[in-house]
């Protein structure tokens, strides 16, 4: 069917534009299967088949210095559309994420205030800490992670994702202080931080115990 449909193009290049310009539409309707469907073996064959036949069809109109660009970007429509989609996949319970991110690395940028770092080292350290915990926001709100009881952990309630959202401005501006390997700028910014944790734990920590 598209190889009938294209044979016109090769008329004029008016023809050949409006040809090209429904063969992107007809490009989209078929491609948008490959960038819903979830990345099964069969999928990712029929998308690359499906990318192959494309190139080959298109690559007359390649050589219309009107059409080129048109050209170019149905294929890398259709690379898009094959392209893998990736899905992260949640390992440890939340507590446990808890317990071997955010807790170690909390109290490495907390302890500052008691005990300064003296070495490029010990500076290295806190920077690891801060990215730790800029990163944390991802590692709690990946879908399907379960709690230590068993349930869901509640990514789809808007507090929650709030206040994991908030991790990640605290650990950048944790980070950028590290960087300065500054005593006063680390300091400063464990009260975002402080803040950012004691507002989750509130609602989803201490309220759960009583």
Same mark, same amino acid.
């Given at each position: 069917?598209?190889?009938?449909?294209?044979?016109?193009?090769?008329?004029?290049?008016?023809?050949?534009?409006?040809?090209?310009?429904?063969?992107?539409?007809?490009?989209?309707?078929?491609?948008?299967?490959?960038?819903?469907?979830?990345?099964?073996?069969?999928?990712?064959?029929?998308?690359?088949?499906?990318?192959?036949?494309?190139?080959?069809?298109?690559?007359?109109?390649?050589?219309? $210095?009107?059409?080129?660009?048109?050209?170019?970007?149905?294929?890398?429509?259709?690379?898009?559309?094959?392209?893998?989609?990736?899905? %992260?996949? %949640?390992?440890?319970?939340?507590?446990?994420? #808890?317990?071997?991110?955010?807790?170690?690395? !909390?109290?490495?940028?907390?302890?500052?205030?008691?005990? $300064?770092?003296?070495?490029?080292? &010990?500076?290295?350290?806190?920077?690891?800490? !801060?990215?730790?915990? &800029? &990163?944390? &926001?991802?590692?709690? #709100?990946?879908?399907?992670?379960?709690?230590?009881?068993?349930?869901?952990?509640?990514?789809?309630?808007?507090?929650?994702?709030?206040?994991?959202?908030?991790?990640? $401005?605290?650990?950048?501006?944790?980070?950028?202080? !590290?960087?300065?390997?500054?005593?006063?700028?680390?300091?400063?910014?464990?009260?975002?931080?402080?803040?950012?944790?004691?507002?989750?734990?509130?609602?989803?920590?201490?309220?759960?115990?009583?």
């Amino acid at each position: 069917m598209l190889s009938y449909a294209l044979q016109p193009f090769l008329r004029n290049t008016r023809k050949a534009e409006r040809g090209a310009k429904q063969f992107l539409v007809r490009l989209v309707v078929r491609a948008a299967p490959f960038a819903l469907l979830r990345n099964t073996r069969k999928t990712e064959r029929g998308a690359k088949q499906f990318l192959v036949r494309l190139v080959v069809r298109a690559a007359p109109f390649a050589l219309r $210095p009107k059409l080129r660009p048109l050209i170019l970007l149905l294929l890398a429509g259709a690379a898009i559309a094959q392209a893998p989609i990736y899905t %992260p996949k %949640p390992y440890g319970n939340l507590k446990q994420v #808890m317990r071997s991110v955010a807790l170690p690395s !909390s109290n490495i940028i907390l302890g500052i205030q008691q005990k $300064p770092p003296k070495t490029d080292l &010990e500076w290295q350290t806190v920077v690891n800490a !801060s990215v730790a915990i &800029e &990163e944390l &926001e991802n590692l709690i #709100m990946i879908p399907g992670r379960i709690m230590s009881n068993g349930q869901q952990t509640p990514v789809q309630n808007a507090d929650f994702a709030k206040f994991a959202a908030a991790l990640a $401005p605290a650990g950048r501006d944790c980070l950028k202080a !590290s960087l300065q390997k500054s005593q006063d700028a680390v300091t400063n910014c464990t009260d975002s931080l402080s803040q950012a944790c004691d507002n989750c734990h509130k609602v989803y920590r201490d309220l759960a115990q009583k």
